[in-house]
């Protein structure tokens, strides 16, 4: 794994702009190409490999916090748990995750998992990989994700309920809703019916017992980017642990579990001395002398503290951690020149995808955090 800088190209902006990427840059630079990372055939195998081992040491883990009745540990309401047994017995359509990884000196260790409502896909599936055709097409990427989303919507076409899939957001974020219409606009290709409504806009039809958008259209099916916590707190919370299964939601509330950082501490007594696991525990450190405290519940690494030696070496404010913490080993990512790359590896349908560079000034991959390509050396 190498970073290699370049210039960028002549007018970029308006060559992602094209592709309907409209947010590559705020008060920062967002989508980054002064620079790409490469890497070899071998290492994107090992990645691929572990991220396929990874995902099934997780499903492994859901069944046993279900089966252990663990949801206190990771503050999942009572009042939900039914659902997420339902959805996760009886197999609910879901579509796609992201591992976060730190890939150093030949090991590659899983920082988190991604669940509920991972981030960075139309970059990862789209945008990198029109650059890469710009910057040498003779090269490679590992980047299956666009063409995997469209076979797997197919796949999951049979197990919806007849209608519409909708899809679904916060109305203000341009980022979410990229990535929203970017998975409708897979779901269409796959021969799919979709209809878009903001989640502010969603209703309630006390006559029909279900779930309405601004047409008063039932909605049977819904993809939605929008956080379990926060829907369970919202006003027709109520409705959906009544209604929930009433509507296939994607992601189904299964992966409440998975999205959760306590599953890190699960996954750890599962699997002790895994070659790609850290140790990771509840409460406390546990002997640790570097570790990691991250909330159970937290995004965009909000009120992260790294530990080393005792002392503070990095941290993040924000409004997350009243649910409590995990105590995880420090593995301190790879410096590039203070460039601090994590891997984002996909899993669509069940199976690797692809990856995304996500890249740092610091130790905590954060909200500033960089989009960078990649491609295969060869």
């Known amino acids: 794994m190498r970073r290699i800088q370049i210039k960028p190209r002549n007018n970029w902006q308006a060559a992602v702009e094209k592709l309907g990427f409209g947010f590559h840059s705020t008060d920062v630079t967002y989508w980054d190409e002064s620079a790409y990372y490469e890497f070899t055939m071998d290492e994107v195998l090992f990645i691929e490999q572990s991220t396929a081992e990874l995902w099934d040491m997780c499903l492994e883990a859901v069944q046993h916090v279900i089966d252990n009745n663990l949801f206190e540990n990771f503050k999942i309401p009572q009042s939900i748990v039914e659902n997420i047994e339902t959805t996760w017995n009886e197999d609910y359509p879901s579509i796609y995750g992201r591992f976060d990884f730190a890939y150093k000196n030949g090991t590659l260790k899983l920082l988190e998992f991604n669940a509920d409502t991972p981030t960075s896909l139309y970059e990862a599936a789209i945008v990198q990989w029109f650059w890469l055709q710009d910057f040498d097409k003779s ?14 919507w197919k796949f999951l076409k049979e197990y919806l309920f007849e209608g519409n899939l909708h899809f679904t957001c916060l109305k203000q974020s341009l980022e979410d809703l990229t990535t929203v219409e970017y998975l409708r606009d897979c779901a269409m290709q796959a021969g799919l019916d979709t209809k878009l409504v903001f989640i ?12 309405v958008d601004m047409e008063e259209d039932e909605i049977k099916n819904i ?5 379990y916590e926060w829907l369970l707190k919202d006003a027709f919370a109520e409705q959906f642990i009544k209604n929930g299964t009433n509507t296939i939601w994607i992601e189904p509330s299964w992966r409440m579990i998975l999205s959760n950082k306590a599953i890190l501490p699960v996954l750890w007594k599962l699997f002790p001395n895994h070659p790609l696991l850290l140790k990771s525990y509840f409460d406390e450190p546990k002997g640790l002398i570097n570790y990691a405290k991250k909330p159970i519940l937290s995004r965009e690494g909000a009120n992260v503290e790294l530990i080393k030696f005792g002392e503070t070496i990095a941290s993040s404010s924000g409004e997350y951690g009243n649910e409590g913490f995990v105590y995880q080993e420090l593995f301190e990512l790879p410096n590039f020149s203070e460039n601090y790359p994590v891997i984002g590896s996909w899993v669509v349908g069940q199976q ?6 996500r890249e740092s000034n610091g130790l905590i991959t954060d909200n500033k955090s960089r989009f960078i390509p990649h491609l295969i050396k060869g």
């Open 139 to 152: 090269k490679d990427q590992f980047n299956s994700i666009h063409e995997k989303l469209i076979e797997y």
């Open 200 to 211: 502010d806009d969603i209703g309630w039809d006390r006559t029909r017992n279900a779930f």
């Open 223 to 227: 993809f939605k980017l929008y956080p």
């Open 352 to 357: 690797p995808a692809g990856m995304g560079i």
